[in-house]
């Protein structure tokens, strides 16, 4: 004879059920406590990067504003810096037209004649060509000969009149063009 197992008549005890329910309710209640925490966690992790994410914000805006409000600055000191370039490099080939024109009204107001200087121009080799206006034919001879002498001279490596120029025939109004080199100055 056989003998049969029939798995679905077995009863399941009314305690070993309870049993089983308590360890269910155990494990489901640290199960809930466990993701309870995990949610706590990620909350504040995600409140934490939120807050972060908003300061950054802030920051970002306050900067961008400042950099509205400052491009025109911006603009500004990159201007002076390139016109500060360009005066450097000015400044290395500078004729000193200034200090060399004080130099020539200088020598010129030693003269007996008195003219005025109409132009000026040098270059950074010293070299200048100026031009005088005189209100009399005999102012003009006699700043030529003053220019033949030896103080005039000595301040010029070389020199010499390019034009005398009658300007007005009526008032005898005369100018002289002159090209020379001046000594360097210290």
Do not use: C, W
Not at 77 to 82: K, N, S
Not at 86 to 101: E, G
Not at 118 to 133: A, G, L, P, R, Y
Request: glycine share 4%; net charge positive; charged share 20%.
């Amino acid at each position: 004879m056989k003998k049969r197992i029939d798995l679905f008549s077995q009863r399941i005890s009314s305690k070993a059920l309870i049993d089983y329910l308590r360890k269910i309710r155990t494990y489901s209640l640290y199960i809930f406590i466990g993701l309870l925490g995990v949610i706590v966690i990620l909350s504040g992790i995600y409140l934490y990067f939120s807050s972060r994410l908003n300061n950054l914000s802030d920051k970002r805006n306050t900067y961008n504003r400042y950099i509205v409000l400052n491009t025109p600055f911006v603009q500004d000191l990159r201007r002076f810096a390139v016109k500060f370039s360009l005066l450097k490099s000015m400044l290395q080939d500078d004729a000193r037209s200034y200090t060399y024109y004080k130099h020539l009204i200088t020598i010129i107001s030693l003269a007996p004649a008195k003219g005025t200087i109409t132009s000026f121009k040098i270059d950074s080799t010293q070299k200048t060509e100026f031009s005088m206006h005189f209100a009399s034919y005999d102012d003009a001879i006699a700043f030529i000969e003053y220019s033949e002498g030896s103080a005039f001279l000595e301040q010029f490596i070389n020199i010499a009149l390019n034009e005398f120029q009658i300007q007005n025939k009526e008032n005898g109004e005369y100018d002289l063009i002159y090209s020379a080199t001046f000594i360097k100055l210290p």
